[in-house]
């Protein structure tokens, strides 16, 4: 890399991003939209030696025309039916139904597993770990608390 060339790569380092994105539009005439630093570093001094020694060859250059035409280059996303998303539930847990106890302290904790959520002391709640702090009044991972397994049931 020529000297000249290399004491501007060499100050990019030092410059902010604001500074990044002035310089980008100087080298390419055009502003940028990205914001990240070291994305706008590489390719202002891509521009920087391209200037400078030539950028891409005409071969090259037609040769990446010939992939872009021979490309089946879709324009707009395919149409398609719009689920809702239901994530499945958690394999670790039991069937809904299932009545999960845990002593602790001597009480005995029992939670039942619902469809969605756990059923304890007549409320419901969305988590093991919500249920685990309302019985202990601190937070517990509820997996942990109740003792169940860590990798999913087959």
């Not at 994305?39 to 025309?65: D, H, P, V, Y």
């Not at 010939?66 to 707009?76: K, S, V």
């Not at 299932?98 to 304890?120: N, P, S, W």
Request: hydrophobic share 35%.
């Amino acid at each position: 890399m020529k000297p000249h060339i290399q004491k501007q790569v060499d100050a990019l380092a030092e410059m902010t991003v604001a500074d990044l994105r002035d310089m980008y539009a100087e080298v390419f005439g055009e502003p940028t939209r990205s914001r990240h630093k070291r994305f706008l570093q590489k390719r202002i001094t891509w521009g920087l030696q391209a200037r400078e020694e030539g950028g891409l060859s005409e071969r090259a250059k037609r040769r990446a025309a010939e992939l872009a035409r021979d490309t089946d280059l879709r324009l707009l996303a395919p149409r398609t039916e719009v689920h809702e998303f239901k994530p499945k539930r958690d394999r670790r847990l039991p069937m809904p139904g299932t009545v999960i106890t845990r002593v602790y302290k001597g009480e005995e904790i029992a939670v039942t597993v619902l469809d969605e959520g756990f059923e304890f002391r007549g409320e419901v709640y969305k988590s093991l770990s919500a249920v685990a702090k309302a019985a202990t009044g601190s937070h517990w991972s509820g997996f942990h608390f109740f003792k169940l397994p860590r990798e999913p049931r087959s």
